[in-house]
């Protein structure tokens, strides 16, 4: 009788038992992933946290600085130099709009972008020594601020104290700005604007050398608005006087537009 069942072959390494015992499937799990080439035992990755913080740390540099601070101060003089306008008004022409110390912000889209309306609060070069005759003359630079009443080929008059302001025929109601208990005009004046000027008055009519008084200076009182720098449109300071300045474009509604040919005449 043989004895089939001494002799039996090794096992082979992929062969495995259909139920392998717990050692012997980890012996196959180890093998199986011996023969793939991975170490089965895990090995941590270096430790490299302390080198991300350090990098984290110094990743502000000079550079970025001058970044943060530098593009807010190139938008700041972009804003100051293209679009808007910073004034103290030491003057008492405009008042009760602008009080005198009043800092005003306006807009050098106008005249350009946007035209000149009658009503505008608008700041221009002292176009033929006005500032002599303001009693307070220390405006910064050469500047003036005033409100337009007239565009070119418009009538400007007055017949005098007590009457009120008429453009091209038309009365206009100025209570809304003009200080209260002041008249319209002191006196009587007739002015054409010529093309390429506007007429130009106070809010405090009683205490400003506007177009009214400087009609033999060259210009019959007028100023070019080539002089004009701006349109006013905000007080900012002090702080219990901030507020929008109020062009009253409504006064104006029912007057026609001037005579530009007269305007064009009169200016040659």
């Known amino acids: 009788m043989m004895a089939h069942g001494n002799h039996s072959e090794p096992m082979r390494r992929?062969?495995?038992?259909?139920?392998?015992?717990?050692?012997?499937?980890?012996?196959?799990?180890?093998?199986q992933v011996a023969d793939h080439g991975v170490d089965p035992t895990p090995v941590p990755p270096p430790a490299t946290n302390g080198r991300h913080a350090a990098a984290r740390e110094d990743s502000f540099t000079f550079r970025d600085m001058l970044v943060w601070c530098g593009v807010p101060i190139i938008i700041v003089l972009l804003?100051?130099?293209?679009?808007?306008g910073l004034y103290t008004i030491p003057s008492r022409s405009m008042m009760d709009t602008i009080e005198p110390g009043d800092r005003v912000l306006t807009s050098k889209l106008s005249p350009g972008v946007f035209s000149l309306q009658r009503g505008?609060?608008?700041?221009?070069h002292?176009?033929?020594?006005?500032l002599?005759?303001?009693?307070?003359?220390d405006i910064v630079g050469d500047y003036l601020i005033k409100r337009l009443i007239?565009?070119?080929g418009d009538v400007v008059a007055c017949e005098g104290?007590?009457?009120?302001?008429?453009i091209n025929g038309v009365a206009i109601n100025e209570t809304s700005y003009i200080r209260p208990g002041v008249d319209p005009s002191s006196f009587a004046f007739s002015v054409t604007v010529t093309e390429g000027h506007v007429f130009v008055m106070g809010d405090n009519r009683s205490n400003s050398a506007d177009s009214r008084f400087h009609?033999?200076?060259g210009s019959n009182g007028l100023v070019p608005i080539s002089d004009v720098v701006g349109v006013g449109v905000v007080r900012y300071w002090p702080l219990n006087r901030i507020g929008l300045l109020d062009a009253h474009h409504e006064v104006f509604a029912d007057v026609p537009d001037g005579d530009t040919s007269d305007a064009a005449g009169a200016s040659q």
Request: hydrophobic share 35%; no cysteine; charged share 25%.
């Open 79 to 84: 804003l100051r130099i293209f679009l808007v």
């Open 126 to 130: 002292d176009p033929a020594n006005w």
């Open 14 to 31: 992929d062969m495995q038992p259909e139920n392998p015992t717990g050692d012997e499937a980890r012996d196959a799990r180890t093998f």
């Open 215 to 217: 009609q033999d200076d």
């Open 161 to 166: 104290p007590g009457e009120p302001v008429t």
């Open 120 to 124: 505008d609060v608008i700041v221009f």
């Open 150 to 152: 007239g565009l070119p």
């Open 132 to 137: 002599s005759s303001e009693q307070s003359s």
